[in-house]
């Protein structure tokens, strides 16, 4: 504001402090300023989410690697295996800080504990544990560094200030260059009233007490800009070479104990996840190992352990006493399983009536002629071979009738034919069947066999360490039993025994066989559990490269057997693979 030497003193003052006000007010309520030199771009970095840990110190050794956490004035150590990542459990840990040498506490799951010794403030410390478990020990080494106790409590001073007068204004700069114009104005207004008044009237001499009295709010209001000036701090300055963004505070920060994948696409699982999930990993070592074949097959039943029960008559079904035999039902050889009675057609009838009367008519002659030889060889009068040959003759009818007479109301007992249980039935009470209807199947669960098919006619016919997967997982162990020398559409059938079936497993489930055939190789195999699919389409594995991360590797594979997969590329010996739960790490964002 620019006055004319004319002025007052007195209004010179009053315009200079009125004019501190708004720059005052200015600097408080005003967005950030960044000011830039030559050949330097201060725009605002991305931001990303600031995230932190717990003071933690890791080591690895050759049998063991450990974690220790710092928490609420303990030191939480996490002792695992290095080469499966199971937790040591059972193990006397010596730790040492500075000059003080603690025993550690165990806890459960492979955690042990020491307190923090008071001594050890902020900053950079050794640890060093000794790890002995039996006949296992090792020594490792680590660094924890503890931040600044003062660090988590930076708060910035002139928040609350700056927040007040931006609430006045109503974070609106608009509305703050409306009140700033208007105080200008009004200032402008009264000093020029001011002059004015003193041109028509010429001022008075100003003694040195007044001169004192007016310096003393000029001081007051130097120092009031001055301090909310260091308290706003809302302007930035930037050399060559140097970064002065603000940095949030530690106390503002995100906890980071929590698992996340980070930029690089690596995961960092801190280990309570790693016990929760049951992490579990394998070095990965070439072997020689035998190529594969894969066989599309299902489950059958074993011929010399399985059986059909049908009628051989034809009738009516009976059940017996206990009813009919329910599915999974177990029986045993004999078991009668059903009753089938003969059912007569109304012309089959008259046919038995017809006969039944013949035969009756033949008997009674047959006794008129064996009566009449024996009265006459009683006298002599005949030959008693006469009266043997009538005898023989009236049995042998009597026979007929009374064979006649029970086929009518004979019936077939249906009778398991092998010890299983029953794994199919068609039967229902009073249901008329014909000769050979299969009325029920008898499997033994313990005895299974899988039937796969060959289109190649040229593979081998031995096949070593056959094994078999279902599509629900589940994998079980193979006896190769033989091979057809015929084909059937095109195919050859290979049948195998399965060695100990699962006692939920189905005649008919679809199987694929994997069975090792041709000259060994030596590459790296691993359970196909540890291979998961990435969001790109591509399998990895996840390489344990750090007590708590992970990185996925691409690797190429193809089917070993059931259970494993030979890895091609992608993968060097002594590499720790996660085998158990990789998926579960996999899903982490």
Do not use: C
């Not at 608009?174 to 041109?199: E, N, Q, Y």
């Not at 004999?334 to 009675?341: C, E, K």
Request: aromatic content about 4%; hydrophobic content about 45%.
């Amino acid at each position: 504001m620019l006055l004319p030497p004319s002025a007052d003193f007195r209004v010179r003052s009053y315009a200079v402090a009125l004019f501190a006000m708004v720059l005052a007010l200015s600097t408080l309520a005003s967005p950030q300023l960044t000011f830039a030199h030559d050949g330097h771009d201060h725009e605002p970095a991305a931001t990303t989410l600031p995230m932190t840990i717990s003071p933690r110190a890791v080591a690895t050794g050759d049998e063991f690697e450990a974690v220790a956490v710092l928490k609420s004035g303990e030191l939480l150590i996490f002792v695992d295996r290095f080469a499966d990542n199971s937790p040591v459990t059972n193990a006397a840990v010596l730790v040492t800080v500075g000059n003080r040498e603690i025993k550690a506490l165990p806890a459960p799951n492979g955690i042990y504990r020491i307190a923090w010794p008071p001594a050890a403030k902020s900053g950079r410390h050794d640890v060093v544990m000794n790890i002995q478990d039996g006949a296992t020990a090792d020594l490792l080494i680590a660094t924890i560094e503890i931040p600044l106790a003062a660090a988590s409590l930076a708060v910035e001073p002139a928040a609350g200030l700056r927040a007040r007068v931006q609430h006045w204004f109503g974070g609106s700069p608009i509305v703050f260059g409306l009140v700033a114009l208007s105080l200008m104005a009004l200032a402008t207004f009264l000093v020029r009233g001011r002059i004015v008044t003193k041109r028509n009237h010429p001022p008075e001499p100003v003694t040195a007490a007044q001169r004192s009295k007016i310096s003393a709010p000029r001081t007051l209001v130097a120092l009031l800009v001055l301090g909310v000036s260091i308290l706003s701090d809302r302007s930035a300055h930037a050399h060559g070479g140097e970064d002065h963004g603000d940095e949030p505070p530690v106390a503002a920060a995100a906890t980071g104990e929590a698992p996340r994948r980070l930029p690089d696409g690596s995961v960092f699982v801190p280990k309570p996840t790693q016990r929760l999930l049951d992490v579990r990993t394998v070095l990965a070592k070439e072997a020689p190992q035998q190529p594969s074949q894969t066989f599309i097959g299902r489950v059958i039943a074993n011929p010399n352990r399985s059986g059909l029960v049908q009628s051989s008559t034809g009738g009516r079904i009976t059940p017996t006493g206990a009813g009919l035999p329910k599915l999974g039902q177990a029986v045993k050889a004999g078991d009668i399983l059903a009753i089938v009675t003969p059912a007569f057609l109304a012309i089959d009838s008259a046919n038995v009536s017809q006969t039944a009367g013949d035969l009756e008519q033949q008997i009674e002659l047959a006794r008129t002629r064996l009566e009449r030889a024996k009265r006459l060889a009683a006298l002599n009068a005949g030959p008693r071979v006469q009266a043997e040959e009538a005898e023989l003759t009236l049995r042998g009818l009597e026979r007929r009738r009374a064979a006649l007479n029970t086929s009518q109301v004979r019936s077939e007992p249906l009778v398991a034919p092998v010890d299983g249980v029953i794994s199919s039935t068609r039967a229902v009470p009073g249901q008329v069947v014909a000769p050979q209807d299969v009325l029920f199947e008898i499997i033994d669960p313990a005895s299974l066999w899988v039937e796969a098919l060959v289109f190649d006619t040229a593979s081998g016919q031995k096949f070593e360490q056959p094994t078999a997967s279902s599509q629900d997982g589940r994998t079980f162990s193979l006896t190769f039993v033989g091979r057809s020398r015929s084909l059937r559409q095109q195919s050859a059938i290979l049948q195998f025994e399965i060695t100990s079936p699962a006692a939920a497993l189905d005649v008919g489930t679809p199987v694929t066989v994997h069975a090792q055939a041709g000259e060994p190789i030596t590459a790296i195999v691993l359970p196909r559990a540890a291979v998961v699919r990435s969001a790109n389409g591509e399998d990895v594995v996840w390489r344990h490269t750090e007590p708590e991360r992970f990185v996925p590797t691409p690797v190429k594979i193809t089917p070993f057997d059931g259970a494993r997969v030979l890895v091609q590329a992608g993968l060097s010996a002594g590499q720790r693979i996660v085998v158990q739960s990789a998926e579960l790490i996999s899903q982490m964002r």
